[in-house]
């Protein structure tokens, strides 16, 4: 896909994309003190990401940790402190207190981790306006009207089909980013924590691409495997795995189907975390 077409689909996403990068290093303050708040609980980064009254990034921040497992929490006291932490580092930076937040789960969780995503966030200092399935945070941004959105995160892959707007079908497959940097660590001899930081470095994406083209076929297979049954004519990419360069090629290639990418996948979720957030804060 051209650089033309690539903004023609993407143009609000990669425009929403683009400022949140901005605000994360250069955070602005609302004029009116309203902020609409999103925790995104990843398994291998948790990020808050804030916006204004006009649903604009206004700031947000990141970090990599192992608290999460296969879209589960896994530490619970860690996963509580990196928000706390995160959240006050926001707060000094727009001199102001966030007191209500959105989150999300991985799709078919809801039911089974809902409260314990729950208890991390209001341990932290949130009071939770709304919890929702990761791919329709994510649709909040992408905006998509049919096709399937696959979130290939740290620990899992989301799939979930779209129709007419709709989430119409979803399911959750445990392998992601985690399985990428095994596979990383056994080929060049790494330790995980080295290969995990050597595949996320972009300069080392088209030396990789072919060690790790097995891998995204398998997950590509999966995909085939639940999108099969609805005709699906697109697939979009979002999380944190599809940063790798041209994972969308062989994912295409694979199943057959044009694969698609905004320009930081990484970020949507988050984003469409925020943009779910029900409650406006005044101070």
Do not use: W
């Not at 085939?224 to 090629?249: A, F």
């Amino acid at each position: 896909m051209s650089v033309k077409e690539n903004e023609k689909l993407f143009s609000y996403c990669n425009q929403l994309l683009a400022q949140f990068e901005q605000v994360i290093h250069q955070p602005k303050r609302s004029k009116l003190g309203c902020y609409y708040t999103g925790v995104d609980l990843g398994t291998s980064c948790i990020v808050l990401s804030v916006l204004n009254e006009n649903k604009k990034p206004v700031a947000g921040a990141y970090r990599f940790a192992d608290v999460v497992k296969d879209g589960m929490i896994v530490d619970y006291l860690g996963a509580i402190q990196i928000v706390s932490e995160l959240k006050q580092k926001l707060e000094e930076k727009l001199q102001t207190e966030l007191r209500y937040c959105a989150a999300a789960l991985p799709p078919g969780t809801l039911a089974l981790d809902h409260g314990v995503i729950r208890h991390v966030v209001e341990g932290a200092g949130f009071e939770i306006t709304a919890l929702l399935d990761e791919p329709t945070a994510a649709n909040e941004v992408l905006q998509i009207q049919n096709g399937a959105i696959v979130d290939i995160g740290g620990g899992t892959t989301g799939i979930t089909i779209i129709r007419d707007g709709q989430v119409i079908e979803v399911a959750d497959e445990p392998t992601g980013g985690t399985h990428f940097s095994l596979v990383v660590s056994g080929a060049y001899k790494l330790p995980y924590e080295e290969a995990d930081l050597f595949k996320r470095n972009v300069e080392n994406h088209q030396e990789l691409l072919p060690v790790l083209k097995p891998v995204i076929e398998k997950v590509s297979t999966i995909v085939t495997q639940y999108i099969e049954p609805h005709e699906v004519e697109k697939i979009y990419l979002v999380g944190g795995t599809c940063c790798l360069t041209g994972i969308e090629e062989v994912m295409a290639a694979k199943t057959g189907i044009p694969t698609y990418k905004p320009e930081n996948p990484m970020f949507v979720t988050p984003l469409g975390i925020a943009l779910s957030c029900k409650q406006q804060i005044l101070v």
